[in-house]
């Protein structure tokens, strides 16, 4: 039986981690030889309190673990993707109607990717109106462009974009790993919930300080 020594939060009772394990879920899947890293949506919406969907407070120690994951990242010089919502105002405000039945939404700078993480001139940002990095996007041909095998997921929130974007990596066959400090989301028990059944089936839930020590092997 499956030993879980991952990511399992306390409230996950001893009947559903015995189904798991049954099942031979959560066993680790490891990294691969060429990995690359995704940002998924640390834009100022979600970082800033002056947006609906913002908190300075989940995401101070967010943005710390990412910028040492992006360090080691740039060290070794790893690709690295980033993700954003769309900066066109039409576009933004038609993907909000789909999905909001029509509210208004002001893009303004709401999806600038915070300050504290800008890219680099060579590091590529994505624009996207669902969850998911790879739907209806490039994210899949860069990757295989790159001979990438391995993704690196980071960003917010875990149980919306970052959990979407996790499962189609997963579907498209990369090696998948999220730092645990790398990602949040603005409700606690979503975010537990979430890493664990991305561990239990889509990915390695690991500790950032081990991430940044792999990651710090390739240089």
Known sequence: MTEFSQYVPEFVSDSDREAFAKGQYGERIGWGHSPAVIVVDITNQFTQDEYALGSSATTESLLDANERLLNAARQAELPIFYTRGPSDEEIAHVAMELRKGGEAYEVGDANEICEDLEPRDDEIVIEKTKPSAFFDTHLAGMLTHHDIDTAIVTGVSTSGCVRATVVD?????????????????????????????MQMKYADILPTDEVVGEVRTLS
Not at 174 to 188: K, L, N
Not at 191 to 197: K, V
């Open 169 to 197: 990596a997963s579907s498209h066959n990369f090696r998948t790993i999220v730092p645990a400090e790398c990602v949040a989301d603005r409700a606690t028990a979503s975010h537990e919930m979430a890493l664990f059944e």
